[in-house]
């Protein structure tokens, strides 16, 4: 959010700046690796994070201090140093509940938030607590049709920036979570953390598979540190990806069965190549000019309908709303009608040898009284 940093008036100048817009619409966060924050004498974390929101929380925070972040610095701006970094990428520590994982619903949208960084194994307190909000979700499903999960590290994630990391990788392939989001029909799962954009068809397990969630890289937001702009190979379980823009995504929900994803590239006019030294040279520009940098003539002021769409897709709902559907014929009624079927075709049969043998028994006759019940036969029939 803010990359503060442990710089703690950045908090405030990032608390200004989004007030309009926060103050309007629900601002719903959940932690990265930059708002860790270790403090330098104690090891504490996520201390800012906790302070300076109120989001639903179940619980009172429990936290523990990291005996290996006491002593850390955060090496940027700054001259790097050696030893441990106070926002480090890849970390486990010790934050349950308060603003570290909760859940709310939105609509007909049951929105899930998780902690990349607190333990995840299966005897934790936040896989308990997922465990037991997906049970209880399934419960009211018909009510909140939609499950949308969002955390900071993506399970999927082509980039070279943040490959295999240890907390993601836990989380996904060995604790079982995106075993849950697959059972359990999420429909998107929502991530940041790699500073660029990619959207993945449904997926599970690295496989497309319809009935998977979608996930979305939407860690494109804006940063000092520049954009991750190297890619590998494009799996296929890949759907679209930009390492060179910034840009925002809207999520809208039509009804029980689809939802539309746009993303949005922030302003047309940027340069492609951003690399950390322009990242840092535009935000001292911005920062000594202010707005004013920034025309009215840009697609920055511009309604979201009238920005060109980059990126779009229909996200179908993994979960099917069952309503009741016609009412079928019993057993017994089919049964009765292949009964009377048969017992039609024997009647026909019987009443056609009784015609035969009539016929024969007449041959002197004229044949018109058996052409005659041959015709009414057929006008039965």
Request: charged share 15%.
């Given at each position: 959010m803010s990359y503060a940093d442990t710089d703690q008036k950045r908090w405030d100048s990032y608390g200004?700046?989004?007030?309009?817009?926060?103050?309007?619409?629900?601002?719903?966060?959940c932690p990265g690796n930059h708002e860790i924050e270790s403090d330098y004498y104690t090891g504490d974390n996520f201390v800012a994070y906790e302070a300076r929101f109120a989001m639903p929380a179940v619980q009172q925070p429990k936290t523990s201090p990291s005996q290996e972040q006491m002593?850390?610095?955060?090496?940027?701006?700054?001259?790097?140093?050696?030893?441990?970094?106070?926002t480090p990428s890849a970390f486990t520590g010790h934050y349950?509940?308060?603003?570290?994982?909760?859940?709310?619903?939105?609509?007909?949208a049951r929105v899930i938030s998780l902690n990349s960084y607190t333990y995840t194994h299966p005897s934790s307190e936040q896989y308990n607590w997922l465990k037991e909000e997906l049970e209880a979700l399934a419960h009211r499903r018909s009510q909140t049709p939609w499950l949308i999960i969002m955390m900071h590290c993506p399970f999927y994630n082509s980039n070279a920036a943040h490959q295999a990391e240890g907390q993601?990788?836990?989380?996904?392939?060995?604790?079982g979570f995106e075993d849950l989001f697959y059972k359990h029909k999420a429909a998107v799962v929502i991530n940041g953390h790699v500073h660029a954009y990619e959207r993945t068809h449904p997926v599970y397990q690295n496989a497309s598979q319809d009935g998977a969630p979608t996930y979305l890289c939407v860690g494109d937001g804006g940063n000092r540190e520049g954009h991750?702009?190297?890619?590998?190979?494009?799996?296929?379980?890949?759907?679209?990806?930009?390492?060179?823009?910034?840009?925002?995504?809207r999520l809208v929900i039509e009804n029980i069965s689809h939802m539309r994803w746009?993303?949005?590239?922030?302003?047309?006019?940027?340069?492609?190549?951003?690399?950390?030294?322009?990242?840092?040279r535009r935000a001292?520009?911005?920062?000594?000019?202010?707005?004013?940098?920034?025309?009215?003539?840009?697609?920055?002021?511009?309604?979201?309908k009238a920005r060109p769409v980059d990126d779009s897709v229909w996200i179908l709902n993994p979960y099917k709303h069952q309503e009741p559907g016609p009412?079928?014929?019993?057993?017994?009624?089919?049964?009765?009608?292949?009964?009377?079927?048969?017992?039609a075709v024997a009647v026909a049969l019987v009443s056609a040898i009784a015609v035969v043998h009539r016929c024969r028994r007449r041959r002197a006759e004229p044949h018109a009284e058996c052409v005659e019940s041959s015709a009414e036969m057929g006008s039965a029939r």
């Open positions: 200004l700046t989004v007030e309009p817009l926060a103050s309007h619409l629900q601002w719903m966060v002593g850390c610095k955060h090496p940027y701006p700054t001259t790097p140093h050696s030893g441990r970094d106070c349950d509940w308060g603003n570290s994982f909760y859940a709310f619903d939105a609509g007909p993601a990788s836990l989380m996904r392939d060995f604790h991750a702009k190297t890619y590998l190979e494009q799996p296929q379980w890949s759907a679209f990806r930009d390492g060179l823009s910034f840009g925002h995504g746009e993303w949005f590239r922030n302003d047309p006019t940027q340069s492609d190549l951003v690399d950390q030294a322009n990242a840092i001292r520009q911005l920062a000594n000019a202010g707005a004013s940098t920034v025309t009215v003539e840009s697609g920055w002021y511009q309604p979201l009412p079928q014929r019993s057993p017994m009624n089919t049964s009765l009608v292949i009964i009377g079927v048969v017992s």
